[in-house]
């Protein structure tokens, strides 16, 4: 799965479960984000309160640019 905003933000991950009851997104096979505020990684991800809050388990890398 890739998300891409056509500005300067992206998001790729091999898998991405999508519940529409509770608006919720999940994904225990790993992801990449690249914005202009920086990089992260992760083994696993949840994505929860329509897009407010996001959780990063496993692994998880970030480099922060200054602004």
Do not use: P
């Given at each position: 799965v890739r998300?891409d905003?056509?500005?300067s933000?992206?998001?790729?991950t091999?898998?991405?479960r999508?519940?529409?009851n509770t608006?919720?997104?999940?994904g225990a096979?790993g992801?990449q984000t690249?914005?202009a505020?920086g990089?992260?990684q992760?083994?696993?991800?949840?994505?929860?309160e329509?897009?407010?809050?996001?959780?990063?388990?496993?692994g998880?890398?970030?480099?922060?640019n200054?602004?």
């Amino acid at each position: 799965v890739r998300v891409d905003d056509g500005r300067s933000s992206n998001f790729a991950t091999d898998e991405a479960r999508i519940d529409t009851n509770t608006s919720t997104v999940t994904g225990a096979g790993g992801m990449q984000t690249q914005t202009a505020q920086g990089d992260m990684q992760a083994g696993e991800y949840s994505v929860t309160e329509k897009g407010d809050r996001v959780i990063l388990r496993g692994g998880v890398r970030a480099r922060l640019n200054q602004h």
